[in-house]
């Protein structure tokens, strides 16, 4: 058939071709929401909203759990030895449980100044008085070596401790640490929870407003299905269009939670201050950051894919 | 070119818009296609722009029978086919230049090839200068010349034309018509669906004629039997 001659070699390679049609297609795309300001933002704006709840609840939990952390470390054995054993014994008991590997610090509470502590600081210093006999036993205080990930280590010292002659009680306080942890954890699932169901909603945001896009742009479908447009090509412009709105939810996500954590930040440092910490909440890192983007990328191209799969197919030209 | 072999396309509701349709348009030939609104004109085009399939019998173009094409080749038979509708289809949210640029963006031509062909075809329909114009702007008789423009820009292999004349006055139909006879002298193949009987008999083509379905006369029938589709 006669063709201008070259029509073939203007052609770029296929590879090439491929590679520029997506590039001008992401461009056009996001000229195509840039003319459209308005509804653009409206969308973006929902998306960022629905990402960035779960994203600030879960920085408030990290920095929750990064506090506590702490406490975990200060975990303390308390040693309370049986009432017969004499100070001597338990001075030696001390030197002894200084020795091992596992203990950072030990100190002891005689029962002497124990009992005149508590009178002093209790006012029942009268009715203390009147005790024959001191029935406090010799407390020693066991700072153990902290290692986060063997907690079994602090289980074994107490073991040990319990197994010692003149001990009658070795007790880790450590059940409130763990309700703690509990509770963070239930937190922590009912968050991920509150993002799911927040994930979705931003599929089925991003997966209207692409339906609309292709109602609106059924002729533009038409003809371009008619002059030889493949399926593939025409999909591409609405899944760049998710993919624009899940970057620009994403960012936006991001912006609306470290604003969020700036205007908490005041109030709880004003907090931590009253407990001597110095503590400081601690936003969104740039690793979670790139994930919130990602995940928000993720669910804009989902959403298109979903709305596209769904709706392309019953345009065709007539 | 185009070869149909007693095509018949019958809808689901039973009406058969063609039946036992039979010719042959080689290659570089050019021809109408008459008869009364509802005689299948539009349908013939269909089947050969592949919109909509046949029901029976074997329709080729270019040697490829379309019956058993897959939907994933459409694409690629329609990019060399240049289609020119009656009510223009031109996409109102860009400018003439974009509009007649999309054959050539859908089939990954080059950004500088793209500018030079465009201006090209409309410099051969007459609008080099209306290439940043909104098409909504022309008159009809220009929007149906960027319609062309945009069939001819990646020089397709055949033109077909559904009522390219149908809004406009006789002589602005006949400028339409002797574009086409240009592109025919340069060999592209043209099928041209039309009424208008007058103008029809002035341009001197071979003539199809459709009458409820059926041909009712072939003017082609001895013009290329000798060529093979």
Avoid at chain 2, 85 to 94: C, P, V
Wanted: charged share 20%; aromatic share 6%.
């Amino acid at each position: 058939m006669p063709r201008a001659e070259g029509n073939q070699l203007a052609k770029s390679s296929p590879i090439k071709a491929w590679a520029v049609n997506h590039a001008r297609t992401l461009i056009a795309s996001l000229g195509t929401l840039t003319r459209q300001p308005a509804s653009s933002f409206m969308t973006i704006a929902v998306i960022a909203i629905a990402l960035a709840l779960p994203s600030g609840l879960l920085v408030l939990l990290n920095n929750a759990s990064h506090v506590s952390v702490g406490w975990d470390n200060s975990a303390q054995i308390s040693v309370f030895l049986k009432a017969s054993t004499s100070e001597k014994q338990a001075r030696s008991l001390v030197k002894k449980l200084n020795l091992y590997e596992d203990i950072e610090n030990v100190s002891m509470i005689n029962k002497t100044q124990a009992l005149k502590d508590f009178s002093s600081i209790s006012g029942f210093g009268d009715a203390i008085e009147s005790l024959e006999k001191n029935p406090l036993p010799h407390v020693i205080t066991v700072q153990p070596k902290v290692d986060p990930t063997r907690p079994d280590k602090i289980r074994h010292l107490l073991k040990q401790l319990n197994e010692l002659k003149q001990v009658e009680l070795a007790q880790l306080d450590l059940q409130w640490v763990k309700r703690l942890f509990a509770m963070l954890e239930i937190a922590q699932r009912g968050i991920w929870i509150i993002a799911s169901l927040l994930g979705i909603a931003v599929l089925l945001v991003v997966g209207n407003t692409i339906r609309l896009d292709i109602q609106n742009r059924r002729e533009e479908i038409e003809v371009t299905k008619l002059i030889g447009g493949t399926d593939a090509f025409i999909r591409r412009p609405f899944l760049y269009t998710g993919f624009w709105y899940g970057i620009g939810g994403g960012l936006f996500a991001w912006l609306l939670t470290s604003l969020s954590i700036g205007l908490l930040d005041g109030s709880v440092e004003q907090l931590a201050s009253l407990y001597n910490s110095g503590f400081q909440l601690r936003g969104l890192s740039f690793s979670e950051a790139l994930s919130l983007i990602a995940f928000s990328c993720f669910l804009g191209l989902g959403g298109s894919w979903i709305a596209v799969g769904r709706h392309l197919s019953e345009i065709e030209p007539s | 070119m185009i070869r149909f072999d007693n095509v018949s396309k019958r809808y689901p509701g039973g009406h058969e818009a063609l039946s036992n349709v039979s010719f042959h348009l080689p290659r570089g030939e050019m021809a109408y296609l008459t008869g009364h609104s509802g005689a299948g004109k539009s349908t013939l085009l269909k089947l050969i722009a592949l919109i909509e399939r046949p029901s029976r019998g074997n329709l080729l173009l270019d040697g490829v029978n379309l019956s058993s094409v897959s939907n994933s080749k459409i694409p690629y038979i329609r990019r060399n086919i240049g289609i020119i509708f009656q009510n223009h289809h031109l996409l109102y949210d860009r400018t003439v230049f974009d509009n007649v640029a999309l054959p050539l963006i859908i089939a990954g031509f080059q950004h500088r090839e793209i500018g030079k062909r465009v201006r090209a075809a409309l410099d051969q329909v007459g609008l080099l200068n209306k290439e940043k114009a909104d098409p909504i702007t022309l008159s009809g008789g220009e929007q149906q010349r960027v319609g062309i423009a945009r069939a001819i820009v990646h020089k397709p292999g055949l033109l077909l034309a559904d009522e390219p004349t149908g809004n406009l006055d006789p002589e602005l139909s006949r400028e339409i018509m002797e574009l086409f006879a240009r592109f025919n002298q340069v060999g592209v193949s043209v099928l041209i669906a039309s009424h208008d009987l007058d103008l029809i008999k002035q341009m001197g083509n071979p003539v199809i004629s459709l009458n409820q379905g059926a041909l009712e006369h072939n003017g082609l029938a001895t013009a290329g039997e000798s060529e093979h589709a």
